[in-house]
């Protein structure tokens, strides 16, 4: 479990850490808690109560997938660098996830019905108007996460177990996930608050810190038994070489692992969380934004990624608008920017 | 102005106003400033720092309207109520406003050429999508204020100036506007924090307590010039006589005004803004979220108007949704609720 840093107690409200301007005047503001951990649990960098738990939603993507590798499951199915990453994903349902999921589904013998996700319209807005154009609904295979269901599909089959059910936390799919997360995490989540994802598989409360050392841990699974460590350089690998597989075309986790070169691999979660794993430096980042905002969340993750030191000048360059994002309305016309908050200290 | 509530002095942190559950867990909390004021400027009930300036963003266009009709310009043109409430409209983009817009443009011998809010895909996702199956394009006329706008074409006609420009500060149209919104808030806002607004018009920093007091003297306009209260008046009827073309098929405005029959007159804005009128109680609600949630906004009007006791019974039972909102996810499972924070006081 991280260490509380002793000089500065857990302050009860979260600090304001990113603001939308508009004009003259700062038209909104987000708050924020965030940690940043090394493997052996020093928090190194925080704000506001990293204790408390949150659901880490789609940023857990990464750990869920260890079970995947780990297993042995996508060596047997002899999965690729991209159906390793979209087992990661978030995808944003471009024509190459979707096509990609269902070449993979069929190679298992499975189809878009096996799924359990619900179906979605691609997040990505031409791919949907394609779609639409074309008369065409969409189905499972668009939704944001079947490339996670896919990989829970492949476990289920290399397990041998009945595919039928396998979001039910009960499910051994879902126990075996679970099992890593608690030892990721360091922690016993047999009484953690639970709930449901959007795609249907549980979510288990985690305080921030802990999701942190998960991903320090990810970052550098140094001290992890071998099919551990070998899981997750396999799955840090496929992220670095497929970014655009883990999200899709202008989304910022596939653009800072493009600018970083892997050097910082990140996924965002719904309701405002963003996780990060730093190979190089041994480091996890984990971050919850109080109101679930997504834009206050890409511009603290990227801030924290140049506040750490990942951010050279070349890839400065190609981040440079996600540090102070600039906001144009229908017309074009710049009319403001999401950025660092007066009150936050970076 | 609106006088303090000397008994509780403004803090500089709103409180948590809307919490959104998941499962076991809070994971999303929203904060938020909010006045209900009386005509004379009496704040009735506060939370939060209501003196801080807000950009008022599409809650304003019932103010915004007054121009319109009080110039006579709604009159010349035998402006239908369908028409003045599309002047005080966020639509949908549904067909019936997109057609009732068009043709009102054609009455005044312009088209969608001469708007100048720029295209937006229909909010609403249905008609958004048979708008992309029937392979067109999105246009002017789909944009959530081709309404206002048309309103603001025919006011320039009305008042025998160029209509190009009719969006910028300086056109007489929006200084009428400006006019009317100093008047009704009491404020000189020469020196007020500016802006552009997503369909290019000027947004004008004013505190909350002060649009509060908009609202309540566009609740009940008897202290106002008699021109000003017969304009009031014919908008409120409108409004409360066409609640689809103020929003659309499943939206809150819409829902309120046709539930209270118009006994309380709502209006949303973007970033968490919304305003309301009640017209029987001569009293104006304004509220801001700080973050900008459109949820937060929701949940907190119609708890206030639960607490200002316009909500009988019959209406209750059919607002009930909109005070503990349900989330569902993909496969249509309830997955948590959009409700009022454990720390709010009502």
Redesign the interface.
Known sequence: MPNEDASSPIPT?NPVVVE?T????V?????AAYAVCDGEGRVILSGGDYQR???ARSALKPIQAIALVETGAAEAFDLSDAEIALACASHSGEPRHVETVAAWLARLGLSESDL??????PPH?GSA?DL??A?RAPNQLH?NCSGKHAGFLSLAKHLGVETKGYIRLEHPVQQRVLGILESMTGLDLSDA????????IP?I?VPLGNLALAMARFADPYDQPEARQAAVRRIAQAMAAEPFMVAGSGRFCTEVMQATSGRALVKTGA??VYCGALPTEGLGIALKV????TR?AENLMARLLDRLGILDEATLARLRARLEAPLF?????E??VVRRAAENPF
């Open positions: 409200d939308v508009r004009g003259d005047m038209e909104s503001r987000h708050r738990p949150v659901y359990e996700c619900g179906p979605q319209l807005a108007a639409l154009r008369g939704n608050a639970k709930g449901f994802d959007g795609c249907g979510v409360g309701e405002g109080d109101d679930g905002a206050a309305n229908r017309a074009g016309r009319v403001g």
